[in-house]
């Protein structure tokens, strides 16, 4: 793994959902990064990460049905 997939992901002082997937993405966009290759998801179950309405988990099934499955799974 290299050092650049270690870095820590900031957001803004918002947490929904929405607002930390965005920030994910842009890391994901600016290190040249593809969700294709995402293999697993750790996250700490806050409602951001998982919440019924806004959590990260639930904007992340905007993605393609692949890349939801699999981030569904990492996840779960």
Known sequence: MSPQTMQTVHSSLYTHGAYV?????????VNGLMWEKLVGVCTDGAP??????????????TL?????????????
């Open 48 to 61: 951001a990460m998982l919440g019924s309405r806004s959590g990260f988990a639930l904007v992340a099934k």
């Open 64 to 76: 393609p049905d692949d890349l939801r499955e699999d981030l569904n799974f990492a996840v779960e």
């Open 21 to 29: 997937f965005q920030a994910v993405s842009q890391f994901f966009e």
